[in-house]
């Protein structure tokens, strides 16, 4: 092409792009609450778990199968998401799913046992897990790169608002209402996200020609379900038991074998080749280990709260909401400060806010205020909404169009198990040094000190007031005192094992600057994305 004919299509791109700027908004609309769905129902079951073991007369290792089905039916299909949408389109994909998941839904919310309701749960998580992978490449479809950083900040507050709503709404609907509705409360937002998808979503080119990786496909379920199974159940059934030892064998051996099966195909369901881009590499890299670290605040928290300080989930819920909610509020300000400054200052900056303010909380005692808490969690928040989303579209950005969708999904794959590996070792952590603290408590501990003396005597006058006799209220100062000591051990052992997950942020940074060093090297394959993007604008119109 002359330049006169490109100096004279330049004009006519900028124009079209004005055109589709309400549609490109309105699809980022649709998109969102398909997102805001899938993560809103995850959120509200954690807290509805004792509720649903009532109901069903369950014990805590079969209605968590709740939660785990869900997850693994999730993360066995990801994978998929990128063949599926290039195969037969980003609309008809996405839309599918979300069908799914509505059914699976209004399944669940009819479950007459604890087993119906696992089953069900799984069905549901078949489309709930395909619904961000394929909503995050669709973006890139339709977004022009010129304006992707602002878009996925956007779409990123569904990320956040869901969970801050969760716990706090899940313990509404549970309190006044049924745990049905903890399920039925997805279809009419499912119906909306449907409906509006139908009418504004256009749908993106097809690769009628592409065979479907049925090794592959095999190997992704193999090697994802028994890694997150393993690391589900590791701390309950013992790290050397048999049962996991097997598991992590299994899923080790599948994954050597899944890259040598993967990387001799032309259309693999994992593409390992994505990792020849270093910048997609080391985004990637950055942002599962802001995975891990964030869940220090997100898992450990709670159990502080509940567990140590009593406050009910739905209290609980409320204390955490304001640093969601500085989550979201931030994405789309990173969005638009990125545009400006690039992703390496605001990761730095965002990653150091994580890492110090994670540093801070491990100063927890009995008698943190939660006034405090909330107030630091804000800061926190601050940076994970500053640094989250870049991070994650950093490598993104650098890939074409047409490997968008298997790099949303193999990101969004690897995410979600150093989630799942973040907690468990946290988990184990804190369960160690709560076990540790706990002896060495114990050892300390001298019936003949005065101190114990004035524990006795208040105790013992306790139990008196409340009408307790005096052989039972001498014995009741045993139980208070071990009480005592276990609370005080899980309160320093959270401590320690959120100063543990600050470490992941602070590595981070230093891959963040490995990413400034590449930065002038990848600035022709960003110029090559803005146009392939302009290109797929021009033939969708």
Known sequence: ??????????????????????????????????????????????????????????????????????????????????????????????????????????????????????????????????????????????????????????????????????????????DNFSWRYLFYINVPIGIIAVTLGFIILKETPKRAGLKFDYVGSILCMIVFSTLL?????????????????SLFFISIFSFILLIWVELGKDNPIMDFRLFKNPIFTLSLAASSFVMISMQGGIYMMPIFMQNVTGLTPMQTGLVMMPQSIAMAFMMPVAG??????????????????????????????????????????????IGIGLCMMPLSSAGMNTLPNHLIGRASSVSNVIRNVMASLGIAVLTSNMNNQATQYGARFNESISTISPAYTDLQTNVVNRYLELGTDASSAAGGVVGVLYGLVQKEALTRAIADTLMLSAIPAFIAIVLVFFMRQKKKKNAAAEESANSDAQHHVMIEM
């Open 229 to 245: 199974l393993a690391l589900t159940d590791g701390q309950s059934d013992g790290w050397t038991s048999l049962y996991i030892v």
């Open 1 to 174: 092409m002359s330049s006169a004919t490109t100096a004279a299509a330049t004009p006519e791109v900028e124009k079209q792009e004005e055109k589709i700027t309400g549609y490109q908004w309105l699809a980022l609309l649709v998109l969102i609450l398909g997102t805001f769905l899938a993560i809103l129902d995850n959120s509200l079951m954690n807290v509805a778990i004792p509720k649903l073991m009532a109901v069903f007369g369950s014990t805590s290792t079969e209605i968590e199968w709740v939660v785990t089905g869900y997850m693994l039916a999730s993360a066995v299909v990801v994978p998929m998401g990128g063949f599926l949408s290039d195969r037969f389109g980003y609309k008809t994909t996405f839309l599918t799913t979300v069908i799914a998941f509505v059914i699976g839904s209004i399944l669940c919310g009819i479950a007459w046992s604890d087993t119906s309701l696992i089953v069900f749960r799984i069905i549901q998580g078949l489309g709930g897990g395909f619904i961000m992978p394929v909503g995050m490449a669709m973006l890139y479809q339709i977004m022009p790169r010129s304006k992707i950083q602002v878009a996925m900040g956007i779409w990123g507050i569904a990320a956040m608002a869901a969970p801050a709503m969760g716990p706090t709404l899940s313990g509404y609907l549970v």
């Open 336 to 381: 638009k400060l990125v545009s400006k400054y690039g992703v390496v200052p605001l990761g730095i900056l965002g990653l150091a806010i994580i890492g110090c303010t994670t540093l801070e909380l491990h100063v927890l005692s009995q008698q943190t205020s939660t006034h405090w808490i909330s107030g630091l969690l804000i800061i926190r928040g």
